[in-house]
């Protein structure tokens, strides 16, 4: 059984690109969450879906950024016209249900290290 | 606002110590669950433990426990005879009601051989 797959694993973007980072939730869960970890930092929630919802996008940068999780296929979390502010490990988490009650908690991807120069 | 506090930046122990990482969190919320997350140097992210505010029942999985004080804040992490696998960033994490987790800034121990 297949863990959260996150790809790529690393990925560079000169400024001003675009960068589209993939999600697949372990078989079986369909609600999504979006973390980014930047330098020596915790991780800070970004976005919450659910198939074809987004539930909680609190944490989504007001500009550049969107995540989606179609009917079928991964989740894209996208971000337009990097900057180097951008750069950090994107960690993606799925759970079967709610995450707060499973008692696997959240099971997390390897993440995505976008370094943008 | 939730907040966080691994009050301990780093930490560096020689093999088979043991070491108890702090947890300090604010929440107004009366429900929540309390998680603890282990970051080693690959870079993934692995689940640990998840508690419940109503469960203040210590917890020990092999070399590792809990303990939960509800009264200061505080949720505990304690390694016996560390391990130099041991060695890894470990995050505190409580979800105050909600979908997200709020994540402290993490402890980074060293185990020494």
């Known amino acids: 059984n297949a863990g959260v797959m996150q790809n790529p694993r690393h990925l560079v973007r000169r400024r001003g690109q675009e960068a589209r980072l993939r999600c697949s939730p372990m078989?079986?869960?369909?609600?999504v969450y979006w973390y980014r970890q930047l330098p020596e930092e915790g991780l800070k929630f970004m976005v919450y879906?659910?198939?074809?919802?987004?539930?909680?996008e609190s944490g989504m940068p007001k500009e550049r950024f969107s995540a989606e999780f179609p009917k079928e296929g991964p989740s894209i979390l996208r971000i337009q016209q990097v900057v180097r502010g951008d750069s950090a490990a994107y960690f993606c988490?799925?759970?079967?249900?709610?995450?707060?009650?499973?008692?696997?908690?959240?099971?997390f991807g390897s993440g995505t290290r976008l370094t943008v120069v | 606002a939730q907040k966080v506090t691994q009050a301990q930046t780093e930490i560096s122990v020689v093999e088979k110590e043991d070491v108890t990482l702090d947890c300090v969190y604010e929440?107004?919320?009366?429900?929540?669950?309390l998680f603890w997350y282990k970051q080693p140097p690959s870079g993934e992210l692995v689940f640990l433990i998840r508690?419940?505010?109503?469960?203040?029942q210590n917890e020990i999985s092999g070399r590792y426990s809990w303990n939960f004080q509800k009264s200061t804040s505080s949720f505990n992490f304690t390694i016996t005879a560390s391990q130099v696998v041991d060695s890894a960033v470990y995050f505190c994490?409580?979800?105050?009601?909600?979908?997200?987790?709020?994540f402290g800034k993490g402890t980074k121990l060293t185990v020494n051989p």
């Open positions: 988490a799925s759970s079967p249900g709610s995450g707060t009650t499973s008692n696997y908690g959240y099971t």
């Open positions: 078989k079986g869960h369909s609600h």
């Open positions: 879906l659910q198939k074809e919802n987004i539930i909680d």
């Open positions: 929440t107004r919320d009366t429900t929540y669950y």
């Open positions: 508690r419940n505010s109503f469960d203040e």
């Open positions: 994490a409580p979800s105050p009601g909600s979908e997200k987790l709020v």
